[in-house]
């Protein structure tokens, strides 16, 4: 199934196999979800990814992280912020914080994919595209 929304569709298969505790989970690829991989991997959300192909598809295969004996997922949640439909900016005084600072948002900037803490680093602003925590 094509899916306008990308990253949309990325972080609900993300949240998906969270919830069923599988391993690993496939996402389409493109050049924005390889970026926000990176930026999970960063951060310490996904252990890894990978990107595999399958003839003329593309695909990432995340390796999801997981806590104590009981396999508590490391994400919590993720929230989509901009869309296709409603695109949210924030210039570089006014990028958010998720839950003090203890979860991320990720920012699409001039530079590139980062988190809001590099962003700000930086001076920069961008499209807000989602929270993780």
């Known amino acids: 199934m094509a899916a306008n929304d990308t990253i949309a569709d990325m972080l609900t298969r ?10 690993t989970t496939e ?5 924005m979800t390889r970026s926000i991989a990176k930026v999970l991997q960063e951060e310490g959300f996904i252990t890894e990814f990978s990107e595999q192909e399958d003839g003329p598809k593309r695909s990432l295969v995340i390796s999801l992280k997981y806590k ?15 869309k296709p ?3 949210v900016y924030s210039n570089r005084k006014e990028l958010p914080r998720v839950l003090g600072g203890i979860g991320i948002a990720i920012i699409s900037t001039s530079s ?19 929270y993780v925590w």
């Open 68 to 82: 104590g004996r009981n396999r508590r997922p490391i994400i919590t949640a993720l929230k989509r912020v901009s």
């Open 14 to 23: 993300i949240r998906n196999a969270n919830l069923a505790r599988h391993q």
């Open 85 to 87: 439909g409603l695109r």
């Open 27 to 31: 996402v389409p690829s493109t050049k």
């Open 112 to 130: 590139g994919i980062m988190t809001d803490r590099d962003a700000r680093r930086q001076g920069l602003g961008g499209e807000v595209l989602c």
